[in-house]
């Protein structure tokens, strides 16, 4: 079946503008993460919802980063005033609920501030 | 705070030799258990989990991992690894309740050469 689907797979901006990164997760999957990985950091968790709430936010770096998740599905991960040390990939994974439930990720958005 | 510690950033092996890739978390509570892999190109995949009972698992393609609650440990074990290996493999932890963020560690790059 249909795996989660990131868009765009590619972003280059310029410092200073604004990003919105998409996240369509498995049908079915409550559980929504949003990671990043990027050079020297390895993988950092940014944010998780269950359902439309979001019962973590402790990974957002900055008030700066928001992200919002809709009817229980797609979510929107949003960049404001980029800046280069915001350039890595972006994650995002999801799982069914409970304990036991391992999380599935996506490819990714490669983010590149110049 | 919950960490991963991968000891190996690049391990070079020749094909058929063992593999042994070391994990630690610090964490004092109950803790699942994880080992991902990303071949080039690829997404995240699940190599194998541990959530309870076994200390020893299985995974795919002929990983297994052994829990070691005294050591804090999880090591991730190939007898024989092939070429297809050749990828980058992720340890990470979370909470023994509900869906919580993954921990990871940073990371053990493989290149296995013919």
């Known amino acids: 079946g249909a795996g989660v689907s990131q868009s765009p797979s590619n972003k280059v901006t310029e410092k200073g503008k604004d990003v919105e990164l998409r996240c369509d997760p498995i049908s079915g999957h409550t559980a929504l993460y949003w990671y990043r990985q990027s050079l020297g950091q390895g993988l950092e968790f940014l944010i998780y919802?269950?359902?439309?709430?979001?019962?973590?936010k402790s990974g957002l770096p900055s008030d700066r980063f928001s992200a919002e998740r809709t009817g229980g599905s797609v979510s929107t991960l949003t960049i404001q005033r980029t800046q280069q040390e915001d350039s890595a990939v972006y994650l995002c994974?999801?799982?069914?609920?409970?304990?036991?439930?391992?999380?599935?990720f996506g490819d990714g958005t490669r983010l590149s501030i110049l | 705070a919950q960490s991963v510690s991968q000891h190996n950033h690049h391990v070079i092996l020749s094909e058929a030799a063992s593999l042994e890739l070391g994990c630690n978390y610090s964490?004092?509570?109950?803790?699942?258990l994880f080992w991902y892999v990303q071949y080039p190109g690829q997404h995240l995949q699940l190599l194998l989990k541990?959530?309870?009972?076994?200390?020893l698992v299985k995974g795919i393609k002929g990983f297994e991992a052994e829990f070691i609650k005294s050591k804090f440990s999880f090591n991730l074990r190939k007898p024989s690894v092939q070429w297809s290996d050749t990828a980058e493999y992720f340890c990470a932890v979370n909470l023994y309740s509900g869906n919580t963020p993954l921990v990871f560690g940073k990371g053990t790059r493989l290149s296995v050469i013919a």
């Open positions: 994974a999801s799982s069914l609920e409970g304990w036991d439930q391992p999380q599935h």
């Open positions: 964490y004092g509570g109950t803790v699942n």
């Open positions: 919802f269950q359902g439309n709430s979001a019962p973590d």
């Open positions: 541990y959530f309870s009972g076994d200390p």
